[in-house]
């Protein structure tokens, strides 16, 4: 392992000239297009059912698949990036991410719709660790804030536009646009990488443990399917109950899998670094918080404020654009005065968002709401990536990979786990308020009871984000490590 360690070198001091200018661009255009693909589909599932004949649980597999496969793939990406350049693993997710939008754009079945989602989800999945590492290995520790804030305004505003520019496509035209005007920027994007990309990683080439990617795969894959059906279904259907039971023993014999091989697959060894483990944390619990009102607000607007889904997704659109503008501007800040000072200020407006959403009624104005959410949202720009780059700035360079690996997979966790909770929450409060209604079938009270278990959900989420605050304020700037060489053994 010494010649490793003398690549890894070499390859440092190679980086120290290099442009970086077309590099970020090329993974931002790369990015913005795949994470964009995510959220642009949901507002025509309507759509989807009619012409397919299919029912809502049905149409529901082209999100909950999408997010079975990153969930998947994210954590074998650690493994992956030691076989493959860059260049390689870049342009392989964006091959694959055209491939799956073609077939999508032409599928003449749903069972193909499914296969062209799946393919553009590999892609996403392969595309957004290389993103995160690619920027870790270019940019000093403290330089890499502004880096990873360009790199956070793609993230939080392509999905913000998304339903919106989603509901326009589908207004103007057929869902099928959806994808046909996907192809052209995702052809832009290869094309662009392909020019201006360069290989800036480190290449080990450890052995590859199949065991460990079976275990990979059933844990983190039963994880995130288990609680992305507990929000359809309920926590007690059989199905859910042992996806969730084999993900839980798949992931725990992974565990014990990685810290018993010479070459773990996922190098646990990243949380020895205690910033590292802390931000992890912090991030699995902000997630939640963040996943709950993602998912929560657009039901309010469109089944108790009677809004259209285009008409909600401009509601939410000015908080996305906010986030966005603030993503560059929290990067900049975190490498000048690092994370305390945007990290504690930003948590207390996440709490003070999510008490703001407690109070809302059933004559709630949509201004109120366009408010509230663009308090969260400024909230989440100043945690989101400060804390992200501060964790990950302690790790020493060989352990980019498995550390942007580890973020990636349980935040995927963490927002199916979001997602199931507060659904639940939901479901189970309006469930109470109607039973006791004197009229439960009565338009007005399903609406009472459908704001009476959103309240009961934000209040979950105000504990927890509550909880988010208490661990960030144990956060502070952390060293970057030298680079360890291992010695041959």
């Not at 998947?72 to 939008?101: H, K």
């Not at 997704?313 to 490498?335: C, E, R």
Request: glycine share 8%; net charge positive.
């Amino acid at each position: 392992m010494n010649a490793a360690g003398a690549e890894t070198s070499a390859s440092s001091r190679d980086l120290s000239g290099i442009k970086r200018g077309p590099i970020v661009a090329a993974l931002i255009i790369g990015a913005f297009v795949s994470i964009l693909n995510e959220t642009l589909l949901n507002i025509a599932f309507p759509d989807l059912m009619t012409q397919f004949g299919i029912s809502a649980a049905k149409v529901q597999w082209l999100a909950t698949s999408y997010m079975l496969v990153i969930g998947i793939l994210v954590p074998i990406t650690a493994l992956l990036q030691q076989w493959f350049t860059t260049r390689q693993m870049f342009l392989g997710a964006m091959t694959l991410f055209l491939a799956g939008t073609v077939i999508c754009s032409v599928a003449p079945s749903f069972e193909v719709l499914l296969v062209g989602r799946v393919v553009q989800a590999l892609g996403t999945g392969l595309m957004l660790p290389v993103l995160m590492n690619t920027i870790l290995a270019i940019f000093p520790p403290e330089n890499r804030g502004g880096a990873m804030g360009m790199i956070g305004l793609v993230i939080m505003f392509a999905p913000a536009i998304g339903p919106t520019l989603s509901g326009l496509i589908i207004d103007w035209q057929d869902w099928r646009w959806l994808f046909y005007l996907i192809i052209p920027l995702t052809v832009f994007s290869i094309l662009f990488a392909a020019a201006f990309l360069k290989n800036v990683s480190d290449l080990t080439r450890p052995k590859v443990d199949i065991l460990s990617i079976l275990l990979s795969t059933i844990g983190f894959g039963g994880l995130v399917y288990g609680f992305s059906k507990a929000g359809e279904a309920s926590w007690s259907a059989p199905e859910v109950f042992w996806c969730l039971i084999a993900g839980g023993v798949g992931l725990l014999l992974f565990i014990l899998r990685q810290l018993v091989v010479k070459q773990p697959m996922l190098d646990l060894r990243a949380f020895k670094y205690p910033m590292f483990s802390l931000v992890t944390v912090l991030m699995l619990v902000l997630m939640m918080s963040l996943f709950s009102t993602m998912i929560l607000l657009p039901l309010f607007l469109q089944n108790a404020l009677l809004m259209t889904a285009l008409a909600a997704g401009l509601t939410l659109m000015p908080g996305g654009v906010v986030n966005g503008i603030m993503a560059p501007i929290s990067g900049k800040l975190f490498d000048k005065f690092g994370p305390r000072v945007l990290v504690i200020p930003g948590l207390a407006l996440v709490c003070a968002a999510t008490w703001l959403f407690t109070q809302i009624s059933a004559s709630t104005t949509s201004g109120y709401i366009i408010f509230v959410h663009i308090v969260l949202l400024i909230g989440i720009s100043l945690v989101m990536m400060p804390a992200q780059t501060t964790g990950l700035n302690q790790l020493p360079r060989h352990l980019y990979p498995h550390g942007t690996a580890i973020m990636n997979t349980l935040q995927q966790v963490a927002g199916a786990l979001g997602t199931a909770l507060f659904v639940s929450i939901m479901s189970s409060g309006s469930k109470s308020y109607l039973k006791t209604s004197e009229n439960p079938t009565a338009p007005a009270e399903l609406v009472n009871g459908l704001v009476a278990g959103m309240k009961d959900a934000f209040y979950i989420g105000l504990w927890i984000s509550l909880i988010a605050l208490v661990i960030g304020l144990f956060i502070k700037r952390a060293k970057a490590p030298q680079d360890e060489v291992k010695q041959a053994s």
